[in-house]
Structure formats: structure tokens, C-alpha cells
């Protein structure tokens, strides 16, 4: 585009014009394209944040591909040979055994159903990553040779329990023992040797550590767990260690991914921003409508001095890039506004964690944002996309006037 081009385009939106109306519009379509960028913007942001937030929350305490029995019986037997060959696959960082199972945790001021897992505690051996930094208390309390059965529970379980550091606590098994006047359930009793926190009031009112013969005896199990869970150097490979994995464990044993343990957590996310995207851009519809009206009255207003212009050798395609330039000029300084403003906004409150959450609900205690430099382009790209869109028609207009017809009257 010539320098004659941008500086008609440039003059006409600055110009004083007899319709005050037309800079009212032009100042509402540069907000709305603003409002739109900056809206969709966070959006995402706060969509990136939560998924993010969330996955690492999830991957911190479980496995990237999980061991797992097809049929759950009575637990993985011989998974002692198991584990050094998957160790063994490419991308996996440790593969650890572990057993889970459900119990009831009693304290001095009240019990709580819990899920007790059963982990090796020996030199080099991997213990989950919220467990290396306890908020109180020492992973080395639950080596057999600590003296008593050590156990590391949830920070909000053991408030609801009133157990502390060092209080012995009693973890009763459903399995129970039989007895002449039937099944009755065993009782257990541990010291408390850790506290940890994980960011997820799921995990940090439920779960419960102890060593694997411990969770074995609680259990009633002989030497067996009912998982064997892989942590990877890049957890997108899941699906493909997960598919290396089959090969090995055997047909009665299957190889599940976090992708497909979540996948109605990541489905809703997907959707969600989805939605969101429809949603506020809607928000760019609005102001693309605002950016038409806005060159249709111009159009309009300058009918005559479009006509002169042709008069003086002036093409019909710089006439028309001249309304587009105006167009594209209206949607630039939106999508500026609205960038500047969404990413400030997102840094601020996710600096300053001022949108406080019930952890209890919402599984954090604030809502994440978390800006990506990327969502910029195609924002930007599909805000101007809409302004250039919105130019066609009025920028046509302008181009098919005869100069004959817009001086006739003059």
C-alpha cells in the first residue's frame, strides 16, 4: 500500500467529522475488539492455568503408565521380575511397586475413612515426588528398621483425625480376621512420621504412606501389589511405553496411561475452552458489526470527497484500501488495547492470587493463570481476520462511486 493511501486512511479517523456519532462508533467497535482480545485472553489463560495446575497436581501422585491386573483379584504376583524389565523401556525413569487399598483412620478426635498406600522404602528406590518435601516430619520413619510402623498422612486428613507428629494412630482394616462370632475388623497401630501437602484436597484428605510389608500385613495380602507405576522423562511417550509395556507384563495384566485415567478431567477442559472460544468471540462478531457501520457512515459522509478524489486520478483500488486500511487501523489498536490489558491483568491476579477457591470443591485454593505468548498471534490473527472482513463491503461501496454522480449536485 502507498504512503497516499495510509495517509487519507490515517486523516479521515482523525478528522473532526459533522457526525459525532461516527467517532462515538469508531471508539465502541476499538473497545469492543479490545474487550473481545482481552476476554479471550484470559479465558484461555485461566483455562491453561487450571489444566496445568491440575495435571501436575495429578502426575505428582500418580504414574505416567500404570501396571494393572484386567481382572483384580489378588494382586500382581512376581512383580519382583517385572519391575527391572520395564525399567528397562525407553523414557521411563523408575518403574515402583505400590498397593493401595481402603481403610478407616482413627485419631484422638475422630476417624476418616483413608486410602492406604503401601511403597518400597529403601535406598535409591523412588517414592513420590509431594513425599520428598514433607511439611512436617521424615520419609525416613517409614523404613522397617525405624523401630515401630511409621505412616505420612494428608495434611487435611490428619486435621480431621487431631493427629500430629509423633501421635500414634490406629489404622483399622475391612478385611478383618475370622473369628468363631465371624469377621472381625483388624486393627493396627502406626506413629505418625510425616505430614505432606500436596496442593489437592483430594489427595491431601485421603491418602495415607506406609512401607509395602506394612500395607501388605494391614491388607491381609501375601508378597503382591496391585500396581507397578512407570514415571517418565516426557509424559506425552505414555501411550507409546504403555504399548512397549503390554508386550512384557503378559495378557493378564494391562497398561493404562494418566491420558486415559483422566480423560473426563482433560475431555472438560477440552470443551471448556472450546466453549469459551464461541463464547467471547462473539464479543469480536459485535464489534466487527460495529466496524462496518462505522465505514458504511463514513462512506456516506464521504461521498463527495471520494468522488473528487477520483476526479484527480485516484484508482478504484486505492479508494478501496483506503476504507480497508481504516478497518484493519480500528481492529490493530483493539487488538493492542486488548492484549496489553488481558496479559496485565492475567500477571497481576496470578502474581497476587486474589480469586480465591474452597479446596474442598474446587480442588485448589485459587484460580490459576497461566499466559501463553503463543495465544497472542491467533488471537490477534482472528481479531483482525473479523476488522478485515467487516471492511469488504464498505470499502467496495466506496470504490464502484462515479465521480459524476457524487459531484452532480455539488
Not at 491440575?54 to 483384580?72: F, G, R
Request: glycine share 8%; charged share 15%.
Amino acid at each position: 500500500m502507498s504512503r497516499f493511501e495510509w495517509i487519507v486512511a490515517l486523516r479521515y479517523l482523525r478528522a473532526k467529522r459533522k457526525q459525532t456519532v461516527i467517532s462515538i462508533i469508531t471508539v465502541i467497535s476499538i473497545l469492543g475488539i479490545a474487550a473481545g482480545v482481552m476476554a479471550l485472553i484470559i479465558a484461555l489463560a485461566i483455562n491453561d492455568g487450571f489444566q496445568s495446575k491440575l495435571q501436575t497436581t495429578l502426575l505428582s501422585a500418580t504414574a505416567h503408565v500404570s501396571i494393572l491386573e484386567k481382572n483384580p483379584a489378588y494382586g500382581i504376583e512376581h512383580w519382583e521380575r517385572l519391575v527391572p524389565e520395564l525399567r528397562k523401556l525407553p523414557h521411563v525413569i523408575s518403574a515402583t511397586p505400590g498397593l493401595y487399598g481402603q481403610v478407616a483412620l482413627k485419631g484422638p478426635i475422630l476417624g476418616s475413612g483413608a486410602i492406604l498406600k503401601g511403597i518400597p522404602v529403601t535406598n535409591g528406590t523412588p517414592v513420590p515426588p509431594f513425599l520428598m518435601h514433607l511439611r512436617q516430619g521424615s520419609i525416613k520413619g517409614l523404613a522397617p528398621d525405624a523401630g515401630v510402623r511409621g505412616i505420612i498422612l494428608g495434611s487435611t486428613l490428619a486435621e480431621q483425625t487431631g493427629l500430629m507428629i509423633g501421635s500414634p494412630a490406629t489404622v483399622i482394616s475391612y478385611q478383618g480376621e475370622l473369628t468363631p462370632f465371624g469377621t472381625v475388623p483388624s486393627a493396627f497401630r502406626f506413629k505418625v512420621a510425616g505430614i505432606f501437602e500436596s496442593g489437592m484436597d483430594p489427595i491431601d484428605s485421603a491418602w495415607a504412606f506406609v512401607n509395602l510389608p506394612a500395607a501388605q500385613r494391614v491388607l491381609d495380602l501375601n508378597d503382591v501389589v496391585n500396581t507397578i507405576e512407570l514415571r517418565l522423562d516426557d509424559i506425552f511417550q505414555a501411550p507409546q511405553v504403555a504399548a512397549a509395556a503390554d508386550k512384557i507384563i503378559g495378557p493378564k495384566l494391562t497398561a493404562s496411561t494418566w491420558m486415559e485415567q483422566n480423560r473426563p478431567l482433560l475431555n472438560a477442559f477440552r470443551m471448556e475452552k472450546i466453549v469459551s472460544i464461541i463464547t467471547v468471540g462473539l464479543i469480536q462478531l459485535v464489534a466487527a458489526l460495529n466496524i462496518l457501520v462505522v465505514l458504511v457512515m463514513l462512506v456516506m459522509e464521504k461521498h463527495r470527497d471520494i468522488a473528487i478524489l477520483m476526479s484527480m486520478g485516484a484508482r478504484r483500488e486505492q479508494i478501496q484500501r483506503i476504507f480497508v486500511l481504516q478497518g484493519m487501523i480500528i481492529g490493530g489498536l483493539g487488538c493492542l488495547v486488548g492484549l496489553v490489558s488481558g496479559y496485565a491483568i492475567c500477571a497481576f491476579f496470578n502474581h497476587y492470587h486474589l480469586l480465591k477457591l474452597d479446596e474442598s470443591v474446587y480442588a485448589l485454593s485459587y484460580v490459576p493463570f497461566q499466559s501463553r505468548w503463543i495465544d497472542a498471534f491467533w488471537v490477534a490473527g482472528a481479531a483482525l481476520l473479523v476488522s478485515f472482513l467487516a471492511t469488504l463491503h464498505p470499502s467496495r461501496t466506496a470504490a464502484s462511486i462515479a465521480p459524476a454522480e457524487g459531484l452532480r449536485y455539488e
